[in-house]
């Protein structure tokens, strides 16, 4: 998906009304948006406000020095690059700027063309040293997210997920754990306008109480005891992306009220900090309890329960959509061993698996399989490698319970997508995650025409 051309946000901070002007009729556009300032601390006050890409510093201020600011910019935002503007005569204090991490300066009178040139690299820096930073804070997972079954209740649930996804409104994903809400963030994210940018993740129930409030919403230097740097926060790493707090459920009340005003008005306050400072973030959230009973039992906020139920998918459990299962075990067998042969299932180990009511859901199939593969016997799964409740479901089943076979099984998994698909093999490899000649040979393997 082709996303809107980025704005990159230019602050500039000189006491020189016509240079002021001279920069925001010239640079200004579509491309470029200036903020202009005479002064350190309107500059402080609308870096604070603002998340900016480049910074134009003139050295002399008239209530400080560009020098002092430089540091006060590099403590809030490491990533931003600064320019420095200067006169002749200051030249060495341009380059003792730039010994401190100011990435580039140019001397008045100026040439537009030569300004534009350093603004569009200093950008492509801020771009670079955020997305490493990204790299480190973003979980290192980058598989394509993918949701395996052809049952109605999951076709469903990719009808929702296509029609919310292009939007900005926040999703609530309700379900028991481990039916997949994390991959229904990943999708709702990898098929909106954000796509490009970062997914950041979060599982509330881990949070740490006391640094919770830090944790999410970053603190200035010395806001608190042990504060030797500057944070951002999660919030400032998801800005221009999406947010996925998982479990939401879990905050506490006081974060509730915190966080609702940053869905609402999209403006959060650090730790230490006074001024509010504006973010573009689309926010899912996810959580396995029944928010309307905690609304009403007073552990939820009722404000923060409605703005988040403005969109809810509600995920069903495994046992509700049996028919995915060999979808799904031949997808995890195929990832689980990947570049290798792939395991098989005896009929009775496949007889267990059918059986089972799986309150683990996907997460413990996957488990289980995991599990199985190390105790298969020559890539062979039986019910011996299975743990003993699985194991059992034979014994409990077998009198009135009967069972077909893994290669009818299969039969009716190909024909089932064929029909699906109109008869399309092309279409009906891609759905099954094989190869059009592996199609092929399934096919004749099986009889069917």
């Known amino acids: 998906m082709t996303s809107a051309i980025e704005t990159i946000q230019v602050l500039v901070v000189d006491d020189e009304p016509s240079i002021r002007r001279l920069i925001e009729k010239e640079l200004g556009s579509d491309?470029?948006?200036?903020?202009?300032?005479?002064?350190?601390?309107?500059?402080?006050?609308?870096?604070?406000?603002?998340?900016?890409?480049?910074?134009?510093?003139?050295?002399?201020?008239?209530?400080?020095?560009?020098?002092?600011?430089?540091?006060?910019?590099?403590?809030?935002?490491?990533?931003?690059?600064v320019i420095i503007i200067t006169g002749f005569g200051e030249v060495d204090d341009a380059v003792q700027a730039m010994k401190l991490g100011a990435y580039d300066y140019i001397t008045k009178p100026f040439a537009l063309d030569r300004l534009t040139l350093v603004m569009e690299k200093a950008y492509q820096r801020t771009c670079l040293q955020r997305e490493n930073r990204l790299l480190r804070q973003a979980q290192s997972d980058r598989s394509t997210?993918?949701?395996?079954?052809?049952?109605?209740?999951?076709?469903?649930?990719?009808?929702?997920?296509?029609?919310?996804?292009?939007?900005?409104?926040?999703?609530?994903?309700?379900?028991?754990?481990?039916?997949?809400?994390?991959?229904?963030?990943?999708?709702?994210?990898?098929?909106?306008?954000?796509?490009?940018?970062?997914?950041?993740?979060?599982?509330?129930?881990t949070f740490q109480k006391d640094l919770l409030r830090s944790e999410l919403?970053?603190?200035?230097?010395?806001?608190?005891?042990?504060?030797?740097?500057?944070?951002?926060?999660?919030?400032?790493?998801?800005?221009?992306?999406?947010?996925?707090?998982?479990?939401?459920?879990?905050l506490s009340p006081e974060v509730q009220s915190s966080l609702l005003r940053?869905?609402?008005?999209?403006?959060?306050?650090?730790?230490?900090?006074?001024?509010?400072?504006k973010v573009d973030v689309r926010f899912v959230c996810a959580t396995n309890r029944d928010l309307q009973a905690e609304v009403e039992a007073g552990r939820f906020s009722e404000a923060m329960y409605h703005r988040l139920n403005v969109f809810k998918i509600a995920l069903p459990p495994l046992r509700n959509r049996k028919e995915d299962l060999p979808a799904l075990i031949e997808y995890f067998l195929?990832?689980?061993?990947?570049?290798?042969?792939?395991?098989?299932?005896?009929?009775?180990?496949?007889?267990?698996?059918?059986?089972?009511?799986?309150?683990?859901?996907?997460?413990?199939?996957?488990n289980v399989l995991e599990r199985g593969l190390i105790l298969s016997e020559g890539g062979l799964i039986t019910e011996r490698s299975l743990p003993k409740e699985l194991s059992d479901q034979i014994t409990e089943n077998a009198p009135d319970k009967p069972f077909l076979s893994l290669r009818a099984i299969e039969q009716?998994?190909?024909?089932?997508?064929?029909?699906?698909?109109?008869?399309?093999?092309?279409?009906?490899?891609?759905?099954?995650?094989?190869?059009?000649?592996?199609?092929?040979?399934?096919l004749r393997a099986l009889s069917l025409s």
């Open 262 to 277: 940053v869905i609402e008005n999209q403006t959060f306050r650090r730790l230490g900090e006074k001024e509010e400072k």
């Open 334 to 366: 195929g990832r689980l061993r990947p570049g290798e042969r792939m395991a098989r299932i005896s009929d009775q180990a496949l007889q267990c698996l059918m059986a089972y009511d799986w309150p683990g859901n996907i997460r413990e199939l996957q």
């Open 145 to 205: 997210p993918k949701l395996v079954g052809y049952s109605e209740a999951l076709e469903n649930i990719r009808f929702l997920i296509r029609k919310v996804a292009p939007t900005q409104v926040p999703v609530l994903l309700t379900g028991e754990s481990g039916t997949g809400k994390n991959v229904v963030a990943q999708l709702i994210h990898a098929l909106s306008e954000r796509c490009d940018l970062p997914l950041i993740t979060k599982n509330c129930g």
């Open 31 to 81: 491309r470029r948006r200036i903020t202009a300032v005479g002064a350190v601390a309107e500059a402080r006050r609308a870096f604070t406000q603002e998340a900016f890409d480049i910074v134009l510093l003139d050295m002399q201020l008239p209530d400080g020095n560009g020098m002092d600011l430089l540091t006060y910019f590099q403590e809030l935002a490491p990533e931003v690059q």
């Open 217 to 250: 919403f970053g603190y200035r230097k010395g806001a608190f005891t042990g504060a030797n740097d500057s944070y951002e926060g999660l919030l400032s790493f998801a800005h221009r992306g999406t947010m996925f707090l998982d479990e939401i459920g879990e």
């Open 412 to 442: 009716q998994h190909i024909l089932a997508v064929l029909q699906y698909v109109g008869g399309s093999r092309t279409r009906a490899a891609e759905i099954l995650g094989i190869g059009r000649k592996t199609l092929y040979r399934k």
